[in-house]
């Protein structure tokens, strides 16, 4: 069982994200919209509110996506104010844990909701100014479910912020304490293994 998982693993049930426009033609068949610069850049569809357009009103309102910062990266809040005791305990735990991020609201409209707005494949040509200065806009992030009472976040080098499940993550380090450093990194491996997996997926 993996103990750290991509905040990916977190995406309600009907969220589609796209890692490139071809993503997008390979699930739709047409090739996605051209980017539209007067909009933020967006690479996830709710599937549900695209398929069931009547069941939602005008705005949609997504209790859980992940606050992000103004340089878009995450939002990082004090984690000894976590309300939720067994994370709080985990947090105080581990100093690296000093700061982690939070969730916040997100309300869209439902037609954008249910669309894209994604950049071309293959990179942004740096020449084209407007382009590049889109491009380098945070993406409006996906809507998650909560963390489950049994979960944190957790930093993963190289990948940044992902999901520690807490109870497997204590149990794996203290069977790997006194052993073979290798054996102490198998958590690690794992999680590798498992973002691998979710990226191929989505």
Aim: a negative charge; glycine letters at 6%.
């Amino acid at each position: 069982m993996n103990t750290i998982y991509p905040l990916l693993t977190l995406a309600l049930s009907q969220i589609r994200v796209f890692r490139s426009r071809a993503d997008f033609k390979l699930l739709f068949g047409k090739d996605a919209p051209p980017p539209d610069l007067t909009r933020t850049p967006k690479n996830w569809i709710d599937m549900d509110v695209l398929n069931n357009p009547t069941n939602y009103g005008f705005r949609v309102t997504y209790s859980n996506v992940l606050s992000l910062a103004a340089n878009g990266q995450p939002l990082l809040v004090d984690s000894s104010l976590e309300p939720d005791p067994g994370r709080r305990a985990f947090y105080a735990g581990h100093p690296e844990c000093k700061l982690v991020p939070t969730f916040d609201l997100l309300q869209l409209m439902q037609i954008e909701a249910a669309s894209v707005n994604l950049p071309p494949d293959g990179g942004i040509n740096q020449s084209d100014t407007a382009l590049a200065a889109w491009g380098a806009l945070p993406t409006i992030p996906f809507p998650c479910r909560a963390l489950n009472a049994g979960e944190a976040f957790f930093p993963v080098a190289a990948f940044g912020w992902e999901v520690v499940d807490m109870a497997a993550y204590a149990s794996a380090a203290q069977s790997a304490s006194g052993t073979d450093p290798i054996s102490a990194k198998l958590d690690q491996v794992l999680a590798l293994c498992g973002r691998i997996a979710t990226a191929t997926k989505a």
